[in-house]
């Protein structure tokens, strides 16, 4: 016998009848008797609603939108960094001028090299630089400062200085670039007479290098390029003229030469035998050339020792 439960609604004078159990009435069903017509009628729950899907135009337009956010907030953090470089070329520093020439030079607030002015003459200063850590490569051209050979060793340096190395260390540009005559003594073989001298085969090569930030010393990252060498330069005296405008091989060679017999005259200090000229750039290729900052040295010694 099927048990039902009756409720009494007021004022519609409806009944509703819950099946708990019978053949013809199924449990989740709702009966309503109508006391007007005596009918009943059967009340099915609907279905549960689906979650709408996303198109897969809304979808790639979503996934847009994220995209934008993230570059949006990887844009800024550029540009900060963008205006954070920016800021040291455009506000540069001055080295103390002894002429006019050099009071219109200006170089990029970069990491140096530190040294002490040790005196000043009319045409050069003497200097004591602290030691430092290099990051050195051969140059291909014949000369020092052919476009050619000058501008594929920078990117070799760079390329290092900037994450090619065992580390992938970002490492931060520094200043001057130094561009040097590899140095050679030959090799020497005593016989009766005379002394002979075997030209090595890079003795008339060019080197470039790179200043490592003073942070890393000894324990500099690795080169992956086998051309570039990590090397430390020890404390050294030297002789320095600083000049303006672009640097060519015969304008080099006029300032060697003019300094050469400028240390003759030196009561003190002694051009160091063997020593090759030095080369020191500290500006961008952009900066006009009378605010350029070139320099000339040759390491020296005490005429006493």
Known sequence: MATMLFTQTVPSKTLTCTSLSGRNLNSNRLISISMATGRATTAVPSPPQRRRTMSALEARISLVAALASQASSVSQRLLLELATETAKYVF?????????????????????????????????????????????????????????GASQSFNVLAEYLFGKNTTK??????????????????????????????????????????????????????????????????????????????????????????????????????????????????????TLPFQRRNEISLEVESKEQ
Not at 119 to 145: C, H, L, N
Not at 236 to 251: L, M, Q, R, Y
């Open 169 to 286: 260390e970002k490492m931060e540009m520094t200043t001057p670039v130094f561009t040097r005559k590899a140095q050679s003594d030959g090799v020497k073989m005593e016989m009766t007479t005379p002394v002979i001298t075997t030209r090595l085969e890079d003795q008339d090569k060019w080197q470039m290098s790179f200043v490592i930030p003073s942070k890393y010393g000894a324990n500099s990252p690795l080169p992956k390029d086998p051309s570039v060498r990590i090397t430390e330069v020890p404390r050294k005296i030297v002789a320095a003229v600083a000049f303006s405008g672009f640097v060519t091989d015969e304008e080099v060679k006029r300032r060697e030469s003019k300094l050469r017999e400028a240390l003759k005259k030196d009561g003190q200090f002694q051009v160091e035998e063997g020593t090759s000229v030095e080369v020191a750039q500290y500006n961008p290729p952009f």
């Open 92 to 148: 540069p520093k001055n080295f103390e001028a002894r002429t006019l020439e050099e009071a219109l030079m200006s170089v990029p607030d970069l990491e140096t090299v530190k040294f002490k002015v040790l005196s000043r003459r009319d045409q050069y200063e003497i200097r004591e630089v602290e030691p430092y850590f290099i990051a050195e490569t051969t140059m291909s051209g014949k000369t020092g400062f052919d476009f050619n």
